[in-house]
């Protein structure tokens, strides 16, 4: 069972880079696609992006221009990084886990309510 | 980017009683070469991230009761709750994986009434 723990900075100022790291325990880091999402307060989720171990990644184009993810191995941790922050990312930001292979999220961290506010 | 829907918005179901929701999406989710629908299934409690229900549409995940059960194909999906208990009171979000950017349903709440 893959277990995920994620820490960073939870109030941010406008223009600022929210930076956002996972840490992964259980199961094996390099078969499966590590995800980000988010989820704005009451409202539906959103896929950030996805990244592997091959160095393959993949991002909402909605975001793309602004979105940076990374993996160390050697720490089993991977990293979220989200540029020129605007009122509209304050959000509950989730880390999770998709299964090699499939599409769906199967393990989740606890979330970071990230709130950009001046 | 395909556009999920979900109806209805929210729904109050006794105890004990069946509670049914639905999800269609904007083209069909069914992958023809191996028969499949790119159709998940969460369930999300107040303060918590999502929990995975189903995947394919109608396969449980591991360790979530049978009284969840997922049906439905192309572009229209049914979540049954077939005894509502008071732990299933959460909102609960499909999510499609055919195709990136994945995208999800804005939820159906689900109460005790």
């Known amino acids: 069972q893959v277990q995920l723990q ?3 900075a939870g109030l941010l100022k406008p223009s600022e880079t929210l930076s956002l790291t996972c840490g992964v325990n259980g ?3 390099s078969s499966h696609y ?7 307060p009451g409202k539906g989720l959103e896929w950030i992006g996805e990244i592997n171990i091959g160095g393959s990644s993949n991002y909402n184009p909605s975001l793309k221009s602004r979105v940076t993810m990374s993996l160390d191995p050697s720490k089993n941790q991977f990293s979220l990084k989200l ?16 299964p090699a ?4 999220f ?6 970071t309510l990230v709130t950009v506010s001046s | 980017d395909i556009v999920m829907t ?15 929701f639905n999800c269609k999406s904007s083209q069909s989710l069914l992958y023809s ?9 969460y369930q999300q409690k107040p303060g918590q991230p999502p929990k995975l229900l189903i995947y394919w549409s109608s396969v449980r995940e591991s360790g979530v009761p049978d009284r969840f059960s997922g049906s439905g194909s192309e572009t229209d999906f049914t979540l049954t709750i077939s005894s509502l208990q008071a732990a299933d009171v959460a909102v609960y979000f499909c999510q499609q994986y055919y195709t990136t950017p994945f995208t999800f349903g804005p939820g159906t709440k689900v109460d005790i009434k």
């Open chain 1, 6 to 8: 994620q820490w960073g």
């Open chain 1, 27 to 29: 199961g094996s880091f």
């Open chain 1, 34 to 40: 590590w995800t980000w999402m988010r989820q704005p």
């Open chain 1, 83 to 98: 540029t020129s922050l605007t009122a509209a990312d304050t959000a509950a930001y989730y880390c999770t886990m998709t």
């Open chain 1, 101 to 104: 292979g499939s599409g769906w």
């Open chain 1, 106 to 111: 199967a393990s989740w961290g606890q979330g």
């Open chain 2, 6 to 20: 979900q109806s209805p918005d929210s729904l109050a179901v006794s105890l004990g009683e069946r509670a049914t």
């Open chain 2, 33 to 41: 070469s191996n028969n499949k629908n790119y159709l998940a299934w």
